[in-house]
């Protein structure tokens, strides 16, 4: 295994692991987030907070280096335009949160942890990946 | 309920795991991004997709064997998990991202784009729940 490969398993490791200690593979917990007008829970808010603390302050210091540290380039978007595409995805998207309060991470975490909710959940989101991929073309 | 410290904690994780992954081979951590290109991407470009994906599912699973309370095996109805599922693949393929993508990495960057694709699938998810919820009276 090369290290770069190395780098994404330990990375990956870092995200499941922050998943679940964040109580976020627990889509009642996301729910109570999103349902504002009950009895909310403002754990989101908190997992949201902590993580764009640290890449708003470490992505600026690692972004000032010529490449990533294992070679190649960094893949960032440079795309910064809001069009109607994104906001249309954007907003299929949120109404699949809302319904089920999983999104993609805690889906494929839920469905390894044999979370039964998640092994209906995750074909459906795989197939309308590959489906808005192809009508995409 | 309303665990803010493991949140936080939590969150924290997944901000130094973007930043890793960052730093050390130049990606974004989204994961509907990382998802579709490992599944469908250019043949020399799955690797670190497929390594990031098992890294990530293994430590979860592994972690949520140990965290003080584990999501409960609720079973909500099959048709709309199938729905949901279906609506949050197509729509982060469409809008190139989600929760980690837009979220995590995208404000971390200050992208507008990404600021306005949170607005959006927060404003569509609240909305979805309220509806659910307070106006169809679903308990789930």
């Known amino acids: 295994m090369n290290r770069a490969v190395l780098a994404a398993l330990g990375s990956g490791a870092l995200f499941g692991a922050g998943l679940a200690i964040s109580t976020m593979t627990d889509r009642s917990v996301v ?22 603390a640290v890449t708003a302050i470490a992505f600026r210091l690692v972004l000032r280096r010529v490449g990533p540290v294992l070679g190649g380039e960094f893949h960032v978007p440079a795309n910064d335009v809001i069009d109607r595409r994104l906001i249309t995805g954007a907003a299929i998207f949120g109404i699949g949160w809302g319904l089920a309060g999983f999104c993609p991470g805690p889906a494929l975490v ?15 989101m795989v197939a309308g990946s590959f489906i808005a991929g192809r009508l995409a073309r | 309920m309303n665990d803010w410290p493991s949140g936080f904690l ?6 130094c795991s973007a930043v890793l992954l960052l730093w ?16 469908e991407g ?40 199938i729905v949901a599922g279906f609506l949050v693949g197509f729509g982060t393929r469409i809008g190139n ?24 699938f ?3 998810a609240m909305a979805t729940t309220f509806a659910m919820r307070h106006v169809a009276g679903f308990a789930g």
């Open chain 2, 42 to 81: 250019a043949r020399g470009d799955r690797a670190w997709r497929v390594a990031f994906l098992v890294g990530m599912m293994l430590a979860g699973a592994l972690a949520l064997q140990y965290v003080p309370a584990p999501p409960r095996a609720q079973t909500g109805p099959a048709a709309l998990l």
């Open chain 2, 10 to 15: 939590g969150g924290v994780l997944i901000g």
């Open chain 2, 97 to 120: 991202g989600c929760t980690s993508g837009h979220g995590v990495c995208g404000l971390g960057r200050f992208s507008r784009r990404s600021l306005a694709a949170v607005i959006t």
């Open chain 2, 24 to 39: 050390s081979i130049g990606r974004i951590a989204g994961i509907s991004g990382i998802a579709s290109g490992a599944l």
């Open chain 1, 110 to 124: 839920g469905a390894a942890a044999g979370l039964v909710d998640a092994w209906f959940f995750l074909p459906a």
């Open chain 1, 31 to 52: 729910l109570g987030f999103l349902d504002v007008f009950g009895d909310w829970d403002p754990t989101l808010a908190f997992v949201m907070g902590g993580a764009v």
């Open chain 2, 122 to 124: 927060m404003a569509a």
